[in-house]
């Protein structure tokens, strides 16, 4: 998993900088400006610290994860 910005155009996300195979599904999170998703000032500071976290490498790898919950399933 990774973080990958992008700006909608026409009504698509479009990603620059970074190429997804075809097919890849993936989650969108936007500011919506009529508010429906809301987040405390608690929620958001841990939010930007996870994609920070992210950002620097400081994290599991799927493969990893699945492969460590296999052990214990």
Do not use: C, N, W
């Amino acid at each position: 998993m990774r973080l990958t910005p992008g700006t909608v155009v026409g009504g698509k996300v479009v990603v620059e900088d970074a190429s997804l195979d075809e097919g890849s599904v993936v989650v969108v999170l936007s500011h919506d400006p009529d508010g429906s998703f809301t987040l405390s000032a608690e929620d958001e500071q841990e939010l930007l610290a996870a994609i920070g976290e992210i950002e620097r490498g400081e994290f599991v790898p799927a493969e990893a994860l699945l492969e460590g919950l296999r052990k214990y399933g």
